[in-house]
């Protein structure tokens, strides 16, 4: 059972040989390993592997699964390797570029409107958090296609607030 | 003594006012904006009042909602916490005006030390050192006239400021003038005024602070010192108490509390204050303000000293005389405070709210957390991003590095970002552990480290975890023990739109 997964932006496939709790499987192309795993609670992976144990706990978000382990959280996206593309999702079409909230917030103030020349370094739209306003930049020059941001309204960090093309 | 107290504040120092109350056996009251109905202050208050809607200009900064909830509920005393009113002398004017008592200075010491040119007066006046610079809203034709005379860089400071608001280093004449004007509408839309202020910029310094604490019958001491140098947009995000710089040169503790009492006793302070000085590469100090208030950083001074602040705040506030004098005072091992902070400290320490999914906080041994978030609690975006503070207590500073190190890889915070595994970075770095701290001491780490990377193990084993996770999740019965067949399988479509955008 083979799945590729987007570990924190980078790449990996993984391939489950054989299923829990007496578990063998192999990332990328590094030697096949094996670990015993239970979930004693729900998200919750108990794993030994090479005499050491972990507790990896795994979260359902609307982008993938979060899984906390030691103190680290690692994002990660999985898909079945041979029936999609490695093209990395949210990349848009050849030469558009979407603008995204980097951080969950209200928008302030959008600063353009759709079809305006925009240079590179333009403020698109003010995001603000947490008593902190946070002026989002236009990544380079274009026109603003698509202007989903409304002032007044609550953004999701990864929301798209333009795309310029 | 007081039979019931309003906490005129929200989040975790509301939460750290109350265990106190509560082990007095007085009764606590919370106020809450429409944002906080269900925040941890007024879960775990006796009684609790609606004041307004969640911006805070129209709730925990409206004095008469406020001193109306206290009247409606009949408490003897208002305790501000820190930020919102604590500093506000009008306030605890109001209060005292209204018949009740306001746990902290008098009206008139908050205005001489409330605004930093005042307070740099009152200091010099009592013979406490200050940095270099001009004490009065100025032109930028006289910051420009500073400049030549005592060098760059310059530090543009707010009159009214705090928390870093309205200020801007300055490394070279020609970007003075910009800077100026940007300080100033910085600071006129923080503060509701645009004067600005000059010093000179002292490099590399550190922050030290001293706690004080007096009666109202003319007595005062001081609790020693917190080094507060781990900075980020000018906020404290780490403080320790021995500061290592103090530890070798022990003398300074005395002589900064000589210094710090001086310039409370020219203001005529009584209860909980801090004076913050900045230490330069020779360990000279200046005055830098005083925050006439409970300051976030408090536990690490408990821990080392063995005292409650906020008990001693109420006793104080109700008339006693401070139960102990300065040669009384003792300090023990080694404290450390992290603020976990809801931000992305890899993406510029970005605020970062949201849905709190699961928490595990760390336990045993020499662990204190001030907090106020639950699992399933939803971290308001109106608020600062202050979570918790976890403070260590251990025999010695290394001693104490490696316990929040435990701590912080207990610590499991989900759904939002937190800087838990930025301090864990910060406390294994060499400069760090060498005590070699300074207010850049931040932005220089990020020229020195990238984010960290997990060990290749813990990789292999989220990658295993998701991996099962998703098969399981999926309708397949890997996990449950039984394989079957990849081929065609249903869960590979489910995945695809569940983790695809």
């Known amino acids: 059972m083979k799945l590729a997964l987007t570990i924190n932006g980078d790449e990996h496939t993984i391939d489950i040989l054989t299923p829990a709790p007496a578990c063998r499987f192999q990332l990328g192309d590094s030697p096949e390993r094996s670990a015993q795993v239970e979930t004693p609670e729900p998200g919750v992976y108990s794993v030994l592997m090479d005499g050491r144990s972990y507790d990896a706990y795994v979260e359902e978000t609307p982008n993938g699964l979060v899984v906390s382990l030691q103190g680290y959280h690692f994002e990660i996206a999985a898909r079945d390797p041979r029936r999609w593309s490695r093209k990395p999702a949210g990349s848009g079409g050849e030469g558009v570029r979407t603008i995204a909230s980097p951080m969950p917030g209200k928008v302030v103030r959008v600063l353009v409107a759709a079809g305006d020349a925009v240079e590179a370094g333009q403020g698109i739209a003010v995001v603000e958090a947490m008593k902190m306003q946070n002026e989002i930049k236009a990544p380079r020059a274009g026109k603003v296609l698509s202007l989903p941001a409304r002032e007044g309204a609550t953004v999701a960090a990864g929301e798209v607030l333009a795309t310029i093309g | 003594m007081f039979r019931k107290v309003l906490i005129a504040n929200r989040g975790e120092i509301a939460v750290r006012v109350m265990r106190t109350l509560r082990e007095m056996g007085i009764g606590s009251v919370a106020v809450f904006s429409d944002a906080d109905r269900t925040s941890r202050h007024v879960r775990m208050a006796d009684e ?133 004007r940007n300080a100033a509408s910085e600071a006129l839309r923080a503060f509701g005024s645009d004067e600005i202020y000059v010093e000179r910029l002292i490099l590399k310094a550190r922050h030290i602070e001293i706690q004080i604490l007096g009666d109202r019958h003319g007595n005062l001491v001081h609790l020693g010192e917190r080094e507060c140098s781990l900075q980020r947009r000018h906020q404290k995000v780490m403080e320790e108490c021995p500061s290592p710089l103090v530890q070798q040169h022990p003398e300074m503790r005395h002589e900064m509390g000589q210094a710090a009492l001086r310039a409370a006793r020219a203001a005529g302070y009584y209860n909980a204050g801090t004076v913050e000085f900045l230490v330069d590469q020779e360990r000279r100090f200046y005055f830098l303000e005083m925050n006439t208030r409970l300051q976030v950083e408090h ?203």
């Open chain 2, 48 to 180: 609790a009042e609606h004041i307004g809607p969640s911006p805070s200009a129209e709730s925990y900064l409206r004095t008469d909602r406020i001193l109306d909830a206290a009247r409606k509920h009949g408490v003897d005393a208002i305790h501000p916490g820190y930020g919102f009113l604590s500093e506000n002398a009008e306030f605890a004017a109001a209060c005292e005006d209204a018949g009740l008592v306001f746990i902290g200075p008098s009206a008139e010491s908050i205005r001489m030390m409330g605004s930093k040119t005042a307070a740099r007066r009152t200091a010099m006046a009592a013979g406490a050192p200050v940095v270099p610079g001009i004490d009065h809203a100025i032109t930028f034709e006289e910051a420009r006239e500073f400049g030549r005379i005592h060098g760059y860089p310059v530090l543009l400071k707010a009159v009214a400021g705090g928390g870093g608001k309205g200020m801007r280093a300055v490394e070279r004449e020609p970007d003075l003038e910009s800077a100026f």
């Open chain 2, 299 to 501: 536990p690490i001074t408990e821990l080392a000293t063995g005292l409650d602040l906020v008990r001693l705040q109420v006793e104080i506030a109700a008339g006693a005389p401070l139960p102990f004098t300065q040669e009384q005072v003792a300090w023990r091992g080694s404290a450390i405070e992290c603020r976990i902070y809801a931000e992305d400290p890899y993406s510029n320490f970005l605020p970062f709210p949201g849905k709190i999914t699961r928490l595990t906080r760390p336990l045993g041994p020499g662990i204190r957390i001030d907090g106020c978030i639950y699992g399933g609690w939803v971290v308001p975006m109106e608020y600062d991003p202050l979570l918790a503070k976890l403070a260590v207590w251990a025999g010695s500073r290394e001693a104490a590095i490696e316990r929040l190190l435990r701590a912080l890889s207990e610590y499991d915070v989900s759904g939002i970002r937190t800087n838990i595994g930025f301090f864990r970075q910060i406390l294994e770095d060499a400069e760090f552990r060498a005590g070699r701290l300074h207010t850049a001491f931040i932005d220089e780490f990020f020229e020195r480290h990238a984010p960290p990377q997990p060990p290749g193990d813990l990789t292999a084993v989220a990658a295993l975890a998701a991996a099962l996770h998703t098969l399981a999740r999926n309708g397949d019965r890997l996990v449950e023990g039984e394989p079957r067949p990849a081929a065609g399988s249903q869960w590979l479509q489910a995945g695809r739109s569940e983790f695809l955008r």
